[in-house]
Structure formats: structure tokens, C-alpha cells
T-cell receptor, first 113, second 112 residues
Framework: EAQVTQNPRYLITVTGKKLTVTCSQN?????MSWYRQDPGLGLRQIYY???????DKGDVPEGYKVSRKEKRNFPLILESPSPNQTSLYFC????????????FGNGTRLTVT | DAKTTQPPSMDCAEGRAANLPCNHS???????VYWYRQIHSQGPQYIIH???NNETNEMASLIITEDRKSSTLILPHATLRDTAVYYC?????????????FGKGTSLLVTP
């Protein structure tokens, strides 16, 4: 089944403890992206990647890192999480081109205390 | 990406057609109209998209006006499971890649 898989679904951590949220897609998509969703602010893009070893900042990149060493994987790294990074995170992927819909994962709910 | 305007909420009786409008008066010629929905806190789900012509798939129909300044998503026989927030988005390649501006969407409530 074609899908975008995120892990973990839920994560509670403490301030400053490095964490990684994994994202994997099995559709051979070139484009991958991370979003965060917060009440009243909607979905905002954190980072995106147009292909292997090509990444760029979205609208809210501060405090996050990403890597794209393989086409299928696009992990989101929080080197030193802070409480303001408590949010619902979504990974998405698509083929390049305007005529290609984004496919989203089921989300990771992160709480930083 | 062009801005879209949607009503904040709508109701629909189960079994009836749900018609969700979207205004995108500043849409440019190369921008597609996309519809997604989000059920509770699940990942947004792609529904349908189009450029100029009306489109239909197993989930819904998309009607785009001739001037492309507005569109309507039609769920022909709404069920309780269609209760969700529906987002209308116009999208084209930009300097930020393929970011989608989801806005606030329309909260559709399907009632028994």
C-alpha cells in the first residue's frame, strides 16, 4: 500500500533532550516536507526537500534540522527541544510538478515539558 | 500561491449532497485548485484537484467556474464519516517549493 509512515505517533520528552521523528515513503516521491499544526495557526511548513541531499527551509525552520540521505526517508531532528515545539507534526511527499498531490502521514504528537 | 476564501462552517444532512464553495479570485493561469480534508487530528487527506476542467473521482466532484475564480467541491452522498475540515488550496511552483497554504478551511458537519 502506498503510504507515508511517521514514527512515533506520540512522544513526550523533556527540554533539551535530542529527538528524531522518522518519515518514510514508498512511492518513490522526489519531494518531501515537514509541517507542524498548532491551534489557530493552521499547518505551517518547517523544511522541505526536492531530492536526495537537497533540503531547504520552510516558514518555521528555527529549532529543527532535517536530512535527506535516501530518497525514501526524511527525518526531522530536534537537537534541543523546547516547550514551544510542542505540536502535531506531519510529514508529506509527492512527485515534483504542480499536478501531483501531496500525501500526508498520520502525524506525530510531540509534547516537550 | 493565490489566497482562497471558504465559509468557516457548513452543515449537511446524511445522504444529501454537500456542496463546499471556495473563492480564489486571484488565481493565476498555472495554479491548480486542490482540495484536502482533515478528520480530527489525522493527516490531511487528498480529495481531488483540477486546473480548468471539472473533475470527478471516487470521492468527490470538483466544479471550477469558467473564469477559474471560484470552485465547488461536491460530496454526492455525504456520510457521517465525511465530517471533517475541508481545505481549498491553489498551488503552483514557488520559491518555497511545494508548500501548501491550508488556511482555516470549512468545518463540515454531517448530521444524521
Amino acid at each position: 500500500e502506498a503510504q507515508v509512515t511517521q514514527n512515533p505517533r506520540y512522544l513526550i520528552t523533556v527540554t533539551g533532550k535530542k529527538l528524531t521523528v522518522t518519515c518514510s515513503q514508498n512511492m518513490n516521491h522526489e519531494y518531501m516536507s515537514w509541517y507542524r499544526q498548532d491551534p489557530g495557526l493552521g499547518l505551517r511548513q518547517i523544511y522541505y526537500s526536492m531530492n536526495v541531499e537537497v533540503t531547504d527551509k520552510g516558514d518555521v525552520p528555527e529549532g529543527y534540522k532535517v536530512s535527506r540521505k535516501e530518497k525514501r526517508n526524511f527525518p526531522l531532528i530536534l537537537e534541543s527541544p523546547s516547550p514551544n515545539q510542542t505540536s502535531l507534526y506531519f510529514c508529506a511527499s509527492s512527485f515534483l510538478g504542480d499536478n501531483s498531490p501531496l500525501h500526508f502521514g498520520n502525524g506525530t504528537r510531540l509534547t516537550v515539558t | 500561491d493565490a489566497k482562497t476564501t471558504q465559509p468557516p462552517s457548513m452543515d449537511c444532512a446524511e445522504g444529501r449532497a454537500a456542496n463546499l464553495p471556495c473563492n480564489h479570485s486571484t488565481i493565476s493561469g498555472n495554479e491548480y485548485v486542490y482540495w484536502y480534508r482533515q478528520i480530527h487530528s489525522q493527516g490531511p487527506q487528498y480529495i481531488i484537484h483540477g486546473l480548468k476542467n471539472n473533475e470527478t473521482n471516487e470521492m468527490a466532484s470538483l466544479i471550477i467556474t469558467e473564469d477559474r475564480k471560484s470552485s465547488t467541491l461536491i460530496l454526492p452522498h455525504a456520510t457521517l464519516r465525511d465530517t471533517a475540515v475541508y481545505y481549498c488550496i491553489v498551488r503552483a511552483i514557488s520559491k518555497s517549493g511545494y508548500a501548501l497554504n491550508f488556511g482555516k478551511g470549512t468545518s463540515l458537519l454531517v448530521t444524521p
